[in-house]
Nanobody, 123 residues
Framework: QVQLVESGGGLVQPGGSLRLSCAAS????????VKWYRQAPGKERELVAA????????NYADSVKGRFTISRDNAKNTVYLQMNSLKPEDTAVYFC????????????????WGQGTQVTVSS
């Protein structure tokens, strides 16, 4: 059974920080490209950050660039999203997604999603 389990969400004041975690079970997460998305009620899903498998590239949405950092710990089979200087407009449900697996030069399209974790930024 393949699962992505998210944690780390919660209530934080403006200007505060949170670190979200996405832990994979049933796969070796280092072989997957991983993305973080967020979605607020009544809004379209937004791509926040993305990281390729080790040795690849990292990309951020303009709205979070300079404030958020995506990283991975292969020993823990986990991808993180460090969120600093949080604003009320960052309030949303955050999801992690794995969309590509590669073994050497052979790659496959996949579609694994976490359950989502709520982030609320409010005073």
């Amino acid at each position: 059974q393949v699962q992505l389990v998210e944690s780390g969400g919660g209530l934080v004041q403006p200007g505060g920080s949170l670190r979200l975690s996405c832990a994979a079970s049933g796969v070796s997460f280092s072989s997957y490209n991983v993305k973080w998305y967020r979605q607020a009620p009544g809004k379209e899903r937004e791509l926040v950050a993305a990281v390729t498998r080790p040795g690849g590239n990292i990309n951020y949405a303009d709205s979070v660039k300079g404030r958020f950092t995506i990283s991975r710990d292969n020993a823990k089979n986990t991808v993180y999203l460090q969120m600093n200087s949080l604003k009320p407009e960052d309030t949303a449900v955050y999801f992690c997604n794995a969309d590509r697996y590669c073994s050497g030069s052979v790659c496959f399209v996949v579609d694994y999603w976490g359950q989502g974790t709520q982030v609320t930024v409010s005073s």
